[in-house]
């Protein structure tokens, strides 16, 4: 009785020896066949981004010439000229993609790209001819009125890459984000390097999956302020796994 119950514990201790690698090594298996992720998403670039300038120039005076009456109002001085510019730019629709590749249990490496095609760049200002009044802007020169220079549309082109960190594991998973990378603005001909810092929110169904975030690009030295602002996306996607 004895000798069967230490054969069956033998047996047993060796069934255990034999399957537990292979009882160990399954969930990595299902980890290396999940460790890409490619994300369609959309959503919105909300900026709110302004700046104004101003340029004066002082004309100084003339000399009253014999026979060549002065001007009424000039008494000898030539206006003084003041031009102020004001600007501003806002929000903008976000189309773009996103590929994910796991490095670690809960750490993946990052890259994106996306298009703000419709952020509007408003033009205003001045323009001010000393005690004669001044221009633009909604005031009035000599009876003449006018509402400012414009605007215009300004395309943005994000980029960039960084760190995810699920919170979680399962099929809902809380996400933290970092990062860093570029925005291109056509239509200005200028380029800005951007921190990246958000939160986001992955739902998994298997190998498919939908994913939100919310993440502050932090524009540093802004081509229109040239201060640092926040350019926020909010976007929504589908992803796949594989």
């Known amino acids: 009785m004895k000798n069967q119950r230490r054969i069956a514990r033998a047996s047993l201790g060796l069934f255990l020896l034999v399957t537990a690698p292979a009882f160990a090594q399954e969930p990595k298996a299902q980890e290396r066949e999940t460790k890409n992720e490619i994300t369609v998403f959309g959503g919105v670039a909300i900026l709110d981004a302004s700046g104004s300038s101003e340029w004066a120039f002082g004309m100084g005076s003339f000399p009253e010439l014999p026979g060549f009456p002065m001007f009424p109002g000039f008494r000898g001085r030539i206006p003084d000229i003041t031009v102020r510019g004001e600007s501003s730019i806002g ?21 994106d790209f996306a298009i703000a ?93 939908a994913r939100v975030d919310v993440v502050d690009h932090l524009v540093l030295d802004h081509f229109l302020t040239g201060d640092n602002e926040h350019d926020v996306h909010a976007t929504a996607g589908f992803l796949v796994r594989f």
């Open 91 to 111: 929000s903008s629709p976000l189309f773009g993609a996103r590929y994910s590749r796991h490095i670690k249990d809960r750490l993946a490496l990052e890259a």
């Open 117 to 209: 095609p419709t952020h509007d760049l408003e033009l205003g200002g001045e323009f001010c001819l000393g005690e004669f009044g001044c221009y633009g802007d909604g005031r009035e020169l000599r009876g003449r009125v006018d509402r400012g220079f414009g605007e215009r549309g300004v395309t943005a082109w994000h980029y960039g890459g960084g760190l995810a960190y699920d919170l979680t594991d399962g099929d809902v998973r809380p996400l933290l984000l970092v990062g860093a990378g570029g925005v291109t603005w056509d239509g200005a001909a200028d380029t800005d390097f951007v921190f990246r810092f958000g939160a986001g929110l992955e739902v998994l169904f298997g190998s498919v999956g």
